[in-house]
């Protein structure tokens, strides 16, 4: 059975990646076949998607000047292959966020046609629908990786000069996913605190109110910002990890099990292909209990990969474990594959330890949203400061659970046990992404059935599944921090001992004692603080250029908001579009540029660096994405009735914290994903200039 998946491992993964993408056809193809309700929903729905598709074609034309000579940059320093990886990275994770982005806008009026009929049907069209996105963004990931690796071994490449192409892969991956990332957050985040000043409190008209000349705009950041921008993170997230495992293993092992140690991760992931497909399939309620339909999902596929995880490990790593391990690779000199099993399950068990704390800090039934609650009653600064201080204590658990994974994983494998358990933990990436699509297509849904003027039990629907979405949002993007952190250990692990390998044998000592590690330490830092700086201003100012243009229409025409006249949604859609897409620029090319600068001034000081960014950004993204989440909730539970309800001085404080929160979980926080690992990619591809 070993030579099988040694001779067709290749081809067992593109296969079960096939599958993903077969599923997110079929699928399409069905949800499309559903009535999208009236004319009017139809209008509302065709606005978003146009909106939708001309701001991404305008980001990826705007990508793809900076990628052109970034591709033949790293041609240069490279090779040829390496420079074919990233075209091919990019364009999948391109694809992958546009084509899930297509089936959202179009999915929203269905849900909300759906809704007609109670929760059950409406959720099970929500779901199907983020389920493309999800297992689309699994299936081409794996496809690009599995095909470009076997396209490079069957042209006489060795296991060891492929894998080391495939680096230019997950950069390509990485630069769209950063990009998205802001400007999807730019976007949405500039919309919606637009809408929300001006529409909720200073007009005083309801969230999704038609009258509003900034909603359209709110319903298509909605997509573009947590449909591609998620689906574009976590495309890169997955393909990155992939071939850092991949490249760890042919590193640690002797060249005779070069294949099997590189096959490993790959198969891994078909496998869990496979079990998500079938925990997608088993999302369904006849009850109005909507979060343990979507949670049993991700179970059925957690429990079905765990135990197709150790079959596959007996099969590819007896072998290698037995007999492949190298000096550099010593702490796994005892490693079993029932310890590389049990790394596994340690990967799990985070993913779901992850969702479990989010979800505690983010959701209305819980202290710390509450506490936020009970604070805008005394005002707007109490909100703001009892928000940050939740968003801060948000941090302390996932940071134990992680570094006890870290520890658990490094005693039983070393850094290569620690890569298979960032490899399990992501290959629940399909379901996640799913969990995360489906929030905004039933915020869309929501919107469509207020501005539609559907009837109210239509909205009794679609607002709980509102509510669930914007939980699940959050516990994604707190899945979507712990895997970018564990990932960026395997990346700089790899880094180095690629520059040990380049060096002649000799591995450098990165001690906080030596000043230019202590120096890196600190630009590290620096730019996770600048890179979020930069994007939180850029919300202030793209959400400034809304307020303005809302209160201008509202002015010069009157009969907005007497029911009479139509605002100009249109133009509002086109200052975000433009606003985003000019100050996406300059943040996405920090992790670019400051790490080729330092590299080539001191190699210990970009050491220093990585760690840096490491740290600092993970408990900048944790602190961001979670206190955002929960100043956003703590908002919904007021809106919901508790403490005087909407139009409550406690309801205004709480708009404001939701506000100041909106550029916290869905633009800076959520882009520091892509940011860490950027940074470590960059530094791999350049070790042949900084080695020098």
């Not at 910002?225 to 890169?236: Q, T, W």
Request: glycine fraction near 12%.
């Amino acid at each position: 059975m070993t030579d099988f998946l040694t001779d067709y491992g290749v081809l067992i993964a593109l296969v079960c990646a096939g599958a993903a993408v077969l599923y997110g056809a079929l699928v399409t193809q069905r949800l499309l076949r559903l009535s999208p309700g009236n004319e009017r929903m139809q209008e509302i729905s065709g606005a978003v998607q146009e909106g939708a598709k001309a701001y991404l074609s305008r980001q990826y034309m705007i990508i793809a000047l900076v990628a052109v000579p970034l591709a033949i940059l790293i041609t240069v320093v490279q090779d040829v292959t390496t420079g074919i990886g990233f075209v091919i990275g990019g364009a999948l994770s391109g694809a992958a966020g546009f084509i899930g982005m297509n089936l959202s806008v179009r999915a929203n009026a269905r849900v909300a046609e759906a809704a007609r009929g109670g929760v059950p049907p409406a959720l099970d069209v929500a779901f199907k629908g983020g389920s493309v996105t999800g297992l689309l963004v699994v299936g081409l990931a794996l496809l690009g990786v599995a095909g470009y690796f076997g396209i490079l071994v069957l042209g006489d490449k060795t296991d060891e000069e492929a894998v080391d192409a495939l680096i230019g892969l997950g950069f390509g991956g990485s630069l769209i996913s950063v990009f998205a990332r802001l400007g999807g957050g730019i976007f949405t985040k500039a919309a919606d605190v637009g809408a929300d000043l001006v529409g909720k409190v200073e007009a005083g008209i309801p969230e999704d109110d038609p009258r509003n000349p900034a909603v359209i705009a709110d319903n298509v950041g909605d997509n573009v910002g947590d449909c591609a921008g998620m689906a574009a993170d976590l495309f890169e997230t997955y393909a990155v990890t992939s071939v850092a495992v991949m490249l760890l293993g042919v590193l640690t092992f002797d060249a005779d099990f070069a294949r099997e140690v590189a096959l490993y991760p790959l198969v891994l992931g078909a496998v869990a292909i496979v079990a998500s497909i079938v925990g997608a399939l088993s999302v369904r309620t006849a009850t109005d209990k909507v979060e343990g339909a979507l949670y049993r999902g991700l179970i059925v596929s957690a429990v079905l990969s765990a135990a197709a995880f150790y079959p596959i490990t007996d099969w590819l790593m007896s072998d290698p474990l037995e007999l492949g391990v190298l000096d550099v690779g010593s702490a796994l000199a005892g490693a079993s594959v029932g310890d590389l099993w049990l790394c596994a399950l340690i990967g799990l068990v985070v993913t779901g330890g992850l969702f479990v704390i989010t979800d505690y800090y983010t959701s209305t039934r819980f202290r710390p949203v509450k506490t936020i609650s009970r604070a805008s009653q005394t005002g707007h600064a109490t909100n703001i400061i009892q928000g940050l201080a939740q968003g801060f204590q948000s941090t302390a658990a996932p940071a134990l659970l992680i570094a006890l994974a870290i520890l658990g994983a490094n005693e039983l494998a070393g850094i290569y046990g620690i890569g298979v358990a960032v490899m399990a933990q992501l290959s629940l990436c399909g379901l996640i992404v799913a969990l995360d699509a489906f929030g905004p297509i039933t915020d869309n849904a929501g919107g469509i059935a207020e501005m539609a003027e559907l009837p109210e039990d239509v909205r009794n629907v679609t607002d709980p599944l509102d509510a669930v979405g914007n939980t699940t949002k959050a516990v994604t993007k707190g899945y979507a921090i712990g895997s970018a952190a564990l990932a960026a250990l395997v990346l700089f692990k790899a880094f180095e001992i690629e520059l040990a390998r380049e060096e002649g044998g000799e591995g450098l000592i990165f001690s906080i004692s030596d000043p230019a590690v202590l120096i890196g330490l600190l630009i590290g830092g620096l730019m996770v603080y600048l890179f979020s700086a930069f994007a939180i201003e850029a919300v202030g100012r793209a959400g400034g250029q809304v307020v303005e243009q809302v209160r201008k229409q509202f002015r010069e025409n009157p009969g907005i908001m007497e029911g009479t006249s139509k605002p100009d949604y249109a133009q509002t859609v086109g200052i975000v579009t433009a606003a985003a897409q000019r100050e996406m620029i300059l943040p996405s090319l920090i992790p670019i540029i400051i790490p080729v600068v330092v590299g080539v001034i001191d190699v210990k000081a970009l050491g220093g660096l990585l760690i840096g960014v490491i740290v600092v950004g993970l408990f900048m993204a944790l602190s961001m994405t979670a206190g955002g989440g929960a100043w956003d909730n703590a908002k919904k539970l007021i809106e919901d009735g508790a403490l005087g309800g909407k139009g409550s001085e406690a309801h205004a404080a709480s708009v404001t914290g939701d506000t100041v929160g909106d550029p916290y979980k869905d633009t800076a926080g959520p882009a520091i994903n892509p940011m860490i690992k950027v940074a470590n990619i960059v530094a791999i591809l350049i070790i042949p200039i900084v080695s020098l």
